[in-house]
């Protein structure tokens, strides 16, 4: 696990705050942390709430590390697949909804998946956890074709993996700490005592703590998504599958859930598939991106390629410009 220090390191060092500055907030989140677990986040905010930093200015900090941390991936490391497509096709409702999809989703990396509504994101996403099941092809998750797995085999894989559905889908009936424990307690053996502790560092982490006994109606939808995302993180997942985490959001709210999950990859290293429409703001911190149209793979590749791709559905498509191939109404 990464320690909290290269961001402040960078912060010293680019003249952000001082290492004065730097030392009392680290004892200061120490101090009040629910944790042992110091993560550049709550630093960040401690920073923040004791008047050493803009929001602005940290988070664009971040996002220089994560480049910078890019870049060495791109030069140094042998990419490991952790989820392959070979071919798959899903056909519903008489359309082919995935048409012979074949793409890697990297380990310990972040792939974003971009395209167009309807495009077939979300059932992809299905098909990485074998929620929905391909009529044609194969996906694997590691070596293994999830085709092939069932009962306790199938549930270890899948226990590798936590998905933030499109909605959230909080459970109504359940107010927000039971709903952060609920995988715990249904996926593992963990003690109350240590569940307790596990959803308060989650809840501290999205900054959710006094928000315990909120019931989901009792939330605006940016609460909704924190405490999905802090849902979706208990578990400490391999493989983290967000889709949509910022949909609906207004746009400060949507730059701290980016800034949470980017730093939540600094810290812990899942692999993460973001679905997201957030473009191009999300190419700032993504390694990897895949572009779906109808259902094919158009695009493949790292982030800072897309952005020069001549593809005239791609360049439409992050311009957001109405004239193009693609025609909207
Ligand atoms: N369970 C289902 N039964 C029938 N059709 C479905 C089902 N799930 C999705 N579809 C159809 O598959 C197509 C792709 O849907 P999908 O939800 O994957 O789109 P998307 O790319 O995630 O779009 P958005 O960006 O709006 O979320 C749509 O035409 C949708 O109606
Ligand atoms: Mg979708």
Known sequence: MLSPLPLGELLVANGCVTARQLDLALQR????????????????????????????????????????????????SVVQPVIQFERVVKVLDGRRVLDAVDLTIPANRVTAIIGMSGGGKSVLLKHMVGLMKPDQGTVRVGEQPLAGLFG???????????????????????NVYDNVAFPLREKTKCSETEIRARVMRCLEEVNLVGMERKYPDELSGGMMKRAALARALVTDPEIL????????????????????????????????????????????????????????VLFSGPSREVNASSDPVIRQFIRGDLDGPIQVI
């Open 152 to 174: 306790r085999e199938l549930s270890r894989v899948r226990g590798r993996f936590s998905l933030l559905f499109q909605g959230g889908a909080l459970f109504d009936s359940l």
């Open 29 to 76: 989140q120490r101090a009040s942390g629910t944790s042992s677990v110091v993560s550049a986040h709550l630093v960040g905010r401690t920073l923040v709430e004791m008047g050493y930093i803009d929001q602005s200015a940290l988070h664009e900090c971040l996002y220089r590390q994560f480049a910078t941390e890019r870049e060495n991936y791109l030069v140094d």
């Open 241 to 296: 599958l967000l889709d949509e985490p910022t949909a609906g959001l207004d746009p400060i709210i949507e730059n701290a859930i980016h800034y949470l999950i980017c730093d939540t990859f600094l810290r812990t290293r899942y692999t993460m598939v973001i679905i997201s429409h957030a473009v191009p703001e999300i190419f700032k911190w993504c390694h990897h991106v895949i572009v779906l149209h109808r259902g094919k």
